[in-house]
């Protein structure tokens, strides 16, 4: 008797199913991956624009190309406070004072024309393979063309056949900083370094003058006058005055090396138009180099084969050495092979493979838990918030971090109403700063997250004091029995509006009401909007939303065209400078008609007079005493409504090592160790197929099957019946 077709073909399905699942999950994203090496699998949600260390000025950018560029300074992965070390750099950079006339001053003076920063950097430091060194027989670079056709074969860096490397030198960090005074690569940086620099003005204007369109510039051809080289491994940056924090400076990617071959290269014609720029695809001597870059589906880092001698921290804390953070201490960095980044369009779909095992953290960047994801993360419990049973049951590890960071609502201080400095004016800002609750808006919107603010430095920096000494006694009071801040009351809000101006929300000689006006790039209908005039509306005070787009936005903000507005800034280096700079007065926006950081237009001679001392102050009691009367002016002023410091939670799964998060760098990746086996043997736990609804759907065919297929065999065999009978 022959088999039906039906049944085979109900036999190979079913058998199908049970064998996908023999080697792995069945659900798994991840392509198998190669035994002999270790990889980290994590994720991205906002894909990086710029690539380009002279030009990227953003978190997402960075998570990326800081584990591939190698500045000479980086931060000590566990101490905190931050501290800066070598990277590159064999030693800490030498500090000279000179006068006018380029003459030593006595260390500790304080006053200089100039600081001169040496650095000597570590030998035998090598650029990751890459076809921009690679040569022909005479020596000369292999792939430099004159025309379009000469390079119209290769589309991608893996096109190139050949590949060299050379060592680290002087030079190639000489050659970045000019490329930041370079106009045509825009680097965020130039007008800040500028001011700083000696002669990069000057580098910039001759680039303008000598630049031929579509042509090369070759930046050696020309010397700035503060950069000198002493020797292949040793170079010295001439700034102006004393500037202590351009230490910090040397520890970001835009002081990373970028050698002349690599600009010639990427220069070639045709190129820029292939996306063969700098700017995509990136060349360093970090432990990581970028071998895939498709922003809307991945981007991969590999261990970079020529990556210096590094190791793995030996000195922390007792916090850091209980939560196992030495346990690797002075093993060779880095510890994986291969980083694969996911793009995901939603943080749902990203929590869901984070908690399946599929991805090794839940999310990469400043933070992994968002408003999104944070309920399925945390519940409230007795001791504060813990983890949910599922993921507490899954030994998930949970880090956390209060960032060098302030969010915070400014006053346009050139405003003819919120704006000003006569007492009234005080006042005013005063009691809008009372009602607006800072600790009800983290509840609700921030789950909780968060410190309120009480002046413009956070937690962790020197300056910062916590308790009844850091007090904004103009927006809080002190309560002793519980020992902590409470906003002053409601009624005393109304008592400053009326010495302002406005009994009851109302002029004190028109009658008419305030009314006043938050510019935002959001729309004006939406839960936070309404929260925050509710805040306004319980001392009368009429709140309207104006919506715009951001480039209008930035441009009533230059022309001070706004009252209130929403601001924010995370440090780019860990010193107090970097926040009391928000407020100096040079900084504003109308003032200097350019992207300064004073958003407010704040304006006060004492304080730019402090401010200005503080920047050359080593920490300590004299610096200290001048940032805390800096603090009582701008607390007095309140130019803005404090806000509050962002406290980040990160989760990583069980089998990644060394997740402690840094507030100021991402060049953290190096130090991540993973146990491969564990996540394999975790992944297979979690995601065991439920497959009896499928033998029930099979029982189900089958009866619906069965049935038809008798009846149409019988059919069959009628006919053949009816057939043979006529035959004969």
Same mark, same amino acid.
């Given at each position: 008797?022959?088999?039906?077709?039906?049944?085979? *073909?109900?036999?190979?399905?079913t058998?199908?199913?049970?064998?996908?699942?023999?080697?792995g999950?069945?659900?798994?994203?991840n392509?198998?991956?190669?035994?002999?090496q270790v990889?980290?699998?994590?994720?991205?949600?906002?894909?990086?624009?710029?690539l380009?260390?002279?030009?990227?000025?953003?978190?997402?950018?960075?998570?990326?190309?800081?584990?591939?560029?190698?500045?000479?300074?980086?931060?000590?992965?566990?101490?905190?406070?931050?501290?800066?070390?070598?990277a590159?750099?064999?030693?800490?950079?030498?500090?000279?004072?000179l006068?006018?006339?380029?003459?030593?001053l006595?260390?500790?003076?304080?006053?200089?024309?100039?600081?001169?920063?040496?650095?000597?950097?570590?030998?035998?430091?090598?650029?990751?393979p890459?076809?921009?060194?690679?040569?022909?027989?005479?020596?000369?670079?292999?792939?430099?063309?004159?025309?379009?056709?000469e390079?119209?074969?290769y589309?991608?860096l893996?096109?190139f056949?050949?590949?060299?490397?050379?060592?680290?030198?002087?030079?190639d960090?000489?050659?970045?900083?000019?490329?930041?005074?370079?106009?045509?690569?825009?680097?965020?940086?130039?007008?800040?370094?500028?001011?700083?620099?000696?002669?990069?003005?000057?580098?910039?204007?001759?680039?303008?003058n000598?630049?031929?369109?579509?042509e090369?510039?070759?930046?050696?051809?020309?010397?700035?006058?503060?950069?000198?080289?002493i020797?292949?491994l040793?170079?010295?940056?001439?700034?102006?005055?004393?500037?202590?924090?351009?230490?910090?400076?040397?520890?970001?990617?835009?002081?990373?090396?970028?050698p002349w071959?690599?600009?010639?290269?990427?220069?070639?014609?045709?190129?820029?138009?292939?996306?063969?720029?700098?700017? *995509?695809?990136?060349?360093?001597?970090?432990?990581f180099?970028?071998?895939?870059?498709?922003?809307?589906?991945?981007?991969?880092?590999?261990?970079?084969?020529n990556?210096?001698?590094?190791?793995?921290?030996?000195?922390?804390?007792?916090?850091?050495?209980?939560?196992?953070y030495?346990?690797?201490?002075?093993?060779?960095?880095?510890?994986?092979?291969?980083a694969?980044?996911r793009y995901?369009?939603?943080?749902?779909?990203? *929590?869901?493979?984070f908690?399946?095992?599929?991805?090794?953290?839940?999310g990469?960047?400043?933070?992994?838990?968002?408003?999104?994801?944070?309920?399925?993360?945390?519940?409230?419990?007795?001791?504060?918030?813990?983890l949910?049973?599922?993921?507490a049951s899954?030994?998930?590890?949970?880090?956390?971090?209060v960032?060098?960071?302030?969010?915070?609502?400014?006053?346009?201080?050139?405003?003819?109403?919120?704006?000003g400095?006569?007492?009234?004016?005080?006042k005013?800002?005063?009691?809008?700063?009372?009602?607006?609750?800072?600790?009800?808006?983290?509840?609700?919107?921030?789950?909780?997250?968060?410190?309120?603010?009480?002046?413009?430095?956070?937690?962790g920096?020197?300056g910062?004091?916590?308790?009844?000494?850091?007090?904004?006694?103009?927006?809080?009071?002190?309560?002793?029995?519980i020992?902590t801040?409470?906003?002053?009351?409601?009624?005393?809000?109304?008592k400053?509006?009326?010495?302002?101006?406005?009994?009851?929300?109302?002029?004190r000689e028109?009658?008419?009401?305030?009314?006043?006006?938050?510019?935002?790039?959001?729309?004006?209908?939406?839960?936070?909007?309404?929260?925050?005039?509710?805040?306004l509306?319980?001392?009368?005070?009429?709140l309207?939303?104006r919506?715009?787009?951001?480039?209008?936005?930035?441009?009533?903000?230059?022309?001070?065209?706004?009252?209130m507005?929403? *601001?924010?800034?995370?440090?780019?280096?860990?010193?107090p400078?970097?926040?009391?700079?928000?407020l100096?007065s040079?900084?504003?926006?109308?003032?200097?008609?350019?992207?300064?950081?004073n958003?407010?237009?704040?304006?006060?001679p004492?304080?730019?007079?402090?401010y200005?001392?503080?920047?050359?102050?080593?920490?300590?009691?004299?610096?200290?005493?001048?940032?805390?009367?800096?603090?009582?002016?701008?607390?007095?002023d309140?130019?803005?409504?404090?806000?509050?410091?962002?406290k980040?939670?990160?989760?990583?799964?069980?089998?990644?090592?060394?997740?402690?998060?840094?507030?100021?760098?991402?060049?953290?990746?190096k130090?991540?160790?993973?146990?491969?086996?564990?996540?394999?043997?975790?992944?297979?736990?979690w995601?065991?197929?439920?497959?009896?609804?499928?033998f029930?759907?099979i029982?189900?065919?089958?009866m619906?099957?069965?049935?038809g297929?008798?009846?149409?065999?019988?059919?069959q065999?009628l006919?053949?019946?009816?057939?043979?009978?006529?035959?004969?």
């Open positions: 008797m022959q088999q039906s077709p039906t049944w085979k *073909w109900l036999a190979i399905l058998a199908a199913v049970l064998l996908s699942g023999c080697n999950p069945w659900n798994d994203p392509p198998p991956t190669n035994p002999e990889t980290y699998f994590g994720s991205f949600i906002t894909r990086p624009k710029h380009d260390p002279v030009r990227s000025y953003s978190a997402e950018e960075a998570m990326f190309i800081d584990q591939i560029y190698d500045p000479p300074l980086q931060y000590h992965f566990l101490k905190r406070p931050y501290e800066l070390e070598p590159t750099a064999a030693t800490m950079p030498s500090l000279e004072l006068n006018e006339q380029l003459q030593p006595p260390a500790g003076s304080k006053e200089a024309a100039f600081s001169r920063i040496t650095i000597r950097l570590k030998p035998d430091t090598r650029y990751q890459h076809p921009a060194f690679a040569k022909d027989d005479s020596g000369n670079p292999l792939y430099v063309f004159s025309t379009t056709d390079g119209a074969p589309k991608l893996a096109d056949p050949v590949t060299g490397t050379r060592n680290l030198t002087a030079d960090y000489i050659y970045q900083i000019k490329r930041i005074a370079d106009p045509v690569n825009k680097s965020p940086l130039l007008g800040l370094m500028s001011g700083y620099i000696v002669g990069m003005k000057a580098f910039g204007q001759w680039t303008k000598n630049r031929q369109p579509g090369w510039l070759d930046l050696r051809q020309q010397d700035m006058e503060g950069l000198e080289k020797d292949d040793t170079f010295a940056i001439r700034i102006k005055g004393i500037y202590p924090q351009f230490q910090y400076w040397l520890a970001m990617h835009f002081f990373a090396p970028v071959e690599a600009d010639r290269f990427y220069h070639n014609p045709g190129f820029p138009e292939k996306n063969l720029t700098l700017d *995509w695809n990136p060349i360093g001597t970090g432990p180099m970028m071998t895939v870059n498709s922003p809307n589906r991945e981007i991969v880092l590999e261990r970079n084969p990556y210096r001698k590094d190791f793995y921290p030996s000195e922390g804390s007792e916090n850091d050495l209980e939560r196992g030495l346990a690797d201490a002075g093993k060779p960095l880095p510890f994986i092979d291969k694969v980044y995901e369009k939603a943080a749902t779909s990203m *929590w869901s493979k908690v399946q095992g599929y991805y090794d953290r839940s990469d960047g400043n933070s992994n838990i968002n408003s999104a994801t944070f309920d399925r993360a945390f519940t409230t419990g007795p001791d504060g918030l813990e949910t049973p599922e993921l899954r030994d998930i590890v949970v880090d956390e971090e960032s060098p960071s302030l969010y915070y609502i400014g006053f346009n201080m050139v405003d003819p109403v919120v704006g400095y006569s007492e009234e004016k005080r005013l800002r005063q009691a809008i700063s009372i009602v607006y609750n800072d600790q009800e808006y983290i509840d609700i919107f921030r789950n909780g997250i968060g410190q309120v603010a009480q002046g413009p430095i956070p937690p920096l020197f910062y004091t916590a308790g009844k000494e850091g007090l904004n006694p103009y927006i809080f009071d002190w309560d002793e029995i020992q801040a409470r906003r002053k009351p409601i009624e005393y809000a109304r400053l509006l009326a010495e302002a101006g406005y009994p009851n929300g109302r002029h028109t009658g008419k009401p305030l009314i006043l006006y938050m510019d935002t790039t959001a729309g004006d209908s939406n839960p936070r909007s309404d929260w925050i005039k509710k805040q509306a319980k001392i009368n005070v009429q309207e939303f919506a715009t787009d951001y480039t209008r936005f930035k441009e009533k903000m230059r022309q001070g065209n706004t009252q507005f929403g *601001w924010g800034w995370l440090a780019d280096y860990p010193d400078e970097n926040f009391l700079f928000l100096d040079r900084q504003g926006l109308v003032k200097c008609q350019c992207d300064g950081s958003s407010t237009n704040y304006d006060n004492e304080y730019d007079r402090l200005d001392r503080i920047k050359t102050l080593p920490n300590g009691p004299e610096r200290l005493s001048a940032i805390n009367r800096m603090l009582a002016i701008v607390q007095k309140s130019p803005w409504i404090w806000g509050f410091n962002n980040e939670y990160y989760l990583s799964n069980q089998w990644v090592y060394n997740t402690k998060r840094h507030g100021i760098s991402q060049a953290t990746l130090y991540l160790r993973v146990d491969p086996d564990l996540r394999a043997q975790k992944q297979k736990a995601n065991q197929p439920v497959i009896w609804p499928m029930a759907g029982g189900l065919l089958l619906i099957l069965i049935p297929i008798k009846a149409y065999r019988q059919r065999k006919t053949i019946e009816d057939q043979e009978a006529v035959r004969e």
